[in-house]
């Protein structure tokens, strides 16, 4: 399922992997932009405001020789799990999806509540093309959504150092971002007679001054301060009191955070210079020298003040700036108890796993969804894959694989999902248990 099937044409797919979703009467299904997938399932009662389940079908690129254990797009078994390209982004979710509405449909279930599947094609690259396609089709419709649930974080399993037991998080949010190109002009000449300094220089100089002067810490001025706070009882002394008293020891927190590039993305905009080029010929000094650095913007900053940021630090007239791309971060959406979308998603997964603490976090990297907030105030980016030492390295790298297990849990996870979603509104809260 991981490997094959997304070339055949949408009916063939469909028959072929999923016949009920495909030839049921109460699904309506378009293909969007040549390569996505809309799927509409009504519900009976049309006074309840329907939701969305967002994944996306096309994956990075793999290459066997690059060290992979078994062919990147063989689904071969091995101890339990499946390897392949895409199986933890996004195709489990894809699969989980359109696996769990199979079942569903088969025992003769209709919903109260009416739901839209988005499967976008091209979310690696932006998602222009799917994603955008799909929001325009819905925008005609004149449709307006609960939430919207998309790719995002995870379970984490032992990968927070001093957690105990494993941590759900569920996105609320996601960095903004910013690709700016910086670039040197100086006329050319022969390598003979070289300047005091060269274009290659000068542009070298001002990349190790953004590299030697990281954006601001901001931990405790974004929503990433309440993933600590949901998490702080889970900890040992002395953690548990710092992480309880964030008003205190968040200068600490983040002095130690910094350390790691795993939880410094957490704390600030990142800077990572990807792309340096000059010169064409070793003995020609070349004219123009230009360099790209990404920006994964915290939420507590906007295009334009990163942007003033990286002019003050580089503080030269002959390095000229110029955003290539790029957007703030996302709205943050509601997450306390009176939140229809992520109270349902919690209870979902406590239902599943009790043994799983759940807190709001921020999503480092962007999904498909940021394209939909015209069409829903609450966007929440998350899917029950476990998460363990080692697997964050498995995502756009090699040996990417999940397990046979985790998949059927995604599959369950979504079927109990779209059921919980039918009920009108949410249940007073108290607090027996993780119940609502």
Not at 186 to 202: F, L, T
Request: a negative charge.
């Amino acid at each position: 399922l991981f490997s094959h099937g997304w070339g055949r044409g949408p009916k063939e797919f469909g028959n072929h992997f999923f016949p009920t979703v495909f030839s049921s009467h109460l699904v309506q299904h378009e293909v969007v932009a040549n390569y996505s997938h809309l799927f509409w399932v009504p519900g009976s009662d049309l006074a309840l405001v329907p939701y969305m389940l967002l994944a996306h079908i096309d994956v990075v690129p793999a290459d066997e020789n690059d060290g992979w254990e078994v062919p990147p797009f063989s689904a071969k078994e091995i101890d339990g799990f499946i390897y392949g390209r895409g199986t933890i982004d996004n195709k489990q979710s894809v699969m989980g999806i359109l696996q769990a509405l199979e079942y569903l449909l088969i025992r003769g279930y209709s919903p109260q509540r009416g739901f839209f599947i988005g499967l976008g094609h091209d979310e690696e690259v932006g998602g222009l093309q799917g994603a955008m396609n799909i929001v325009r089709v819905l925008k005609k419709k004149g449709v307006q959504l609960a939430f919207i649930l998309d790719e995002g974080l995870a379970v984490l399993d032992g990968v927070i150092s001093g957690l105990q037991g494993p941590a759900a998080l569920i996105g609320i949010s996601e960095k903004g971002q910013a690709t700016v190109k910086l670039s040197v002009f100086k006329a050319p000449g022969h390598s003979s007679m070289p300047p005091r300094e060269s274009s290659i220089g000068i542009l070298a100089g001002a990349v190790k001054r953004l590299e030697d002067n990281p954006m601001p810490i901001l931990f405790g001025e974004g929503p990433e301060r309440r993933t600590f706070e949901h998490l702080a009882h889970r900890f040992g002394l002395p953690i548990k009191f710092v992480m309880s008293n964030m008003w205190l020891f968040s200068p600490l927190i983040g002095r130690v955070m910094e350390r790691s590039p795993d939880t410094n993305a957490f704390l600030r905009t990142t800077t990572a210079v990807t792309m340096f080029n000059s010169g064409v010929k070793v003995n020609v000094l070349p004219s123009l020298a230009e360099a790209y650095v990404n920006l994964r913007i915290h939420p507590a900053q906007t295009v334009e003040e990163v942007l003033e940021f990286i002019q003050s630090t580089v503080g030269d007239e002959r390095v000229k700036m110029e955003l290539v791309n790029g957007f703030d971060p996302l709205p943050v959406s509601s997450y306390d108890e009176t939140s229809f979308g992520f109270q349902t998603i919690k209870k979902t997964l406590l239902d599943q796993f009790p043994q799983v603490t759940v807190a709001p976090g921020v999503c480092i990297g962007n999904t498909d969804s940021r394209h939909y907030t015209d069409l829903a105030k609450d966007i929440y980016r998350f899917a029950p894959t476990w998460i363990r030492p080692g697997d964050t390295q498995r995502f756009h790298g090699i040996n990417e694989r999940i397990s046979k297990k985790n998949y059927e849990e995604l599959v369950v996870f979504y079927f109990n999902l779209i059921q919980n979603c039918d009920i009108k509104e949410l249940p007073s809260p108290h607090s027996a248990g993780h119940e609502l």
